[in-house]
């Protein structure tokens, strides 16, 4: 039988459960804060991909295999169950649950789940079954952020999330937000030769909340097109560790803290997604507590 996921899946759902109660032991004083754990799926499942060859492309520079599209819906479930098992072991709980994804069964079963298992708490439990885009900017536009905080995970499917979205999430002042980020997706769409699709580009926009990553991973090559008629080429530096750092540098011009970035590996060692906190409260006290513990559990997830 398959193991859950794999490595980097099975690295998420430990670092949901570890951050989520050392999270209610620090709030666990705060009486006075409505406390939410959010975890949005950005349109994971939502609709298989046309039969094109545009669809195609787009599979293949998002996920090495179908077994990888296949852990990456996998996980609502048991994040979901991990998050509210700390929640229940604490001896502060979270006031309000809420799943987002925009497949129907996984949806369902969650519901299933919570009723089953979770019946004591099923009416803090909110499963909404839409676009994560759209369902985390109603829960943003509705929250009372003066007297609520919020630990958020994001974990888009490929790129689907805007960084419109992950602004906004940083300008509430009040949510701890980990982001699952598909390095995968962003280097397979990042060609060697500069030559990038219009789609492809507007998604690294998206993505990154800017233009900006073209200079940043491409020069211009010094070997120069001998013909006027013939395009100027590129050199590409787009290791792990410089998409890695430009997202973190990305990240620090929305939040007032950002946390290391741990490297998710398949089976094969190769990298998959970065996972990074970003630290939305301006409180130096609430930054140094909640850098503290997602270092210390993002550097148990880089050892070998």
Same mark, same amino acid.
């Given at each position: /039988?398959?193991e859950?996921g +794999?490595?980097?899946?099975?690295?998420?759902l430990?670092?949901?459960?570890?951050y989520?109660?050392?999270y209610? @032991?620090? !709030?666990q @004083?705060?009486?006075?804060?409505?406390?939410h754990?959010v975890d949005?799926f950005a =349109?994971? #499942?939502? %609709?298989? /991909? @046309?039969s094109?060859?545009a669809a195609?492309?787009?599979?293949?520079?998002l996920?090495e295999?179908?077994s %990888?599209t296949?852990?990456?819906r996998? *996980?609502?479930? +048991?994040?979901?169950?991990r998050? /509210? /098992?700390?929640?229940?072991?604490?001896a502060r709980s979270f006031?309000r649950?809420?799943?987002?994804d925009?497949d129907?069964?996984?949806c369902t079963?969650?519901?299933?789940v919570?009723?089953?298992?979770f019946s !004591?708490?099923?009416?803090?439990?909110?499963v909404?079954c839409?676009d994560?885009?759209?369902a985390l #900017?109603?829960?943003?536009?509705?929250?009372?952020?003066?007297?609520t905080r919020?630990?958020?995970?994001?974990d888009? *499917? =490929?790129?689907?999330? #805007?960084? #419109?979205?992950?602004?906004?999430?940083?300008?509430? @002042?009040?949510?701890?937000?980990?982001?699952?980020?598909?390095?995968?997706?962003?280097?397979r769409?990042?060609a060697?030769s500069?030559?990038?699709?219009?789609?492809?580009?507007?998604?690294?926009?998206?993505a *990154?909340?800017?233009?900006?990553w073209r200079?940043?991973?491409?020069?211009?090559s010094l070997? %120069?097109p001998?013909?006027?008629?013939?395009?100027?080429?590129?050199?590409?530096?787009?290791?792990?560790?410089?998409?890695?750092?430009?997202?973190r540098?990305?990240?620090?011009?929305? *939040?007032?803290?950002?946390s290391?970035?741990?490297?998710l590996?398949?089976?094969?060692?190769?990298?998959?997604?970065?996972?990074?906190?970003?630290?939305?409260?301006?409180?130096?006290?609430?930054?140094?507590?909640?850098?503290?513990?997602?270092?210390?559990?993002?550097?148990?997830l880089?050892?070998p």
């Amino acid at each position: /039988m398959r193991e859950f996921g +794999g490595t980097w899946s099975e690295s998420k759902l430990d670092c949901v459960e570890d951050y989520a109660r050392a999270y209610l @032991k620090v !709030m666990q @004083k705060q009486h006075w804060y409505s406390l939410h754990y959010v975890d949005a799926f950005a =349109g994971r #499942g939502t %609709q298989p /991909m @046309k039969s094109s060859v545009a669809a195609a492309e787009t599979r293949e520079a998002l996920f090495e295999d179908e077994s %990888q599209t296949r852990d990456a819906r996998e *996980f609502l479930v +048991g994040s979901a169950m991990r998050a /509210m /098992m700390a929640s229940r072991d604490s001896a502060r709980s979270f006031d309000r649950f809420l799943f987002i994804d925009a497949d129907r069964p996984s949806c369902t079963e969650l519901e299933r789940v919570v009723r089953s298992d979770f019946s !004591m708490i099923e009416d803090a439990v909110e499963v909404v079954c839409d676009d994560a885009n759209r369902a985390l #900017g109603d829960y943003i536009d509705s929250a009372d952020w003066r007297s609520t905080r919020a630990l958020v995970f994001l974990d888009p *499917f =490929g790129l689907d999330v #805007g960084w #419109g979205l992950i602004s906004r999430l940083a300008s509430t @002042k009040a949510c701890d937000v980990w982001y699952l980020f598909s390095l995968s997706g962003v280097v397979r769409m990042m060609a060697k030769s500069g030559d990038i699709p219009q789609a492809w580009e507007s998604r690294l926009d998206r993505a *990154f909340g800017t233009h900006g990553w073209r200079r940043e991973f491409y020069r211009p090559s010094l070997q %120069q097109p001998l013909l006027e008629q013939e395009n100027e080429t590129w050199l590409r530096d787009a290791s792990t560790e410089h998409v890695v750092d430009y997202l973190r540098a990305r990240l620090e011009t929305v *939040f007032a803290a950002v946390s290391k970035a741990a490297v998710l590996r398949n089976g094969k060692s190769s990298p998959l997604f970065a996972l990074v906190l970003g630290v939305s409260n301006p409180s130096d006290r609430a930054q140094k507590a909640a850098l503290s513990i997602a270092n210390t559990l993002v550097e148990g997830l880089s050892r070998p």
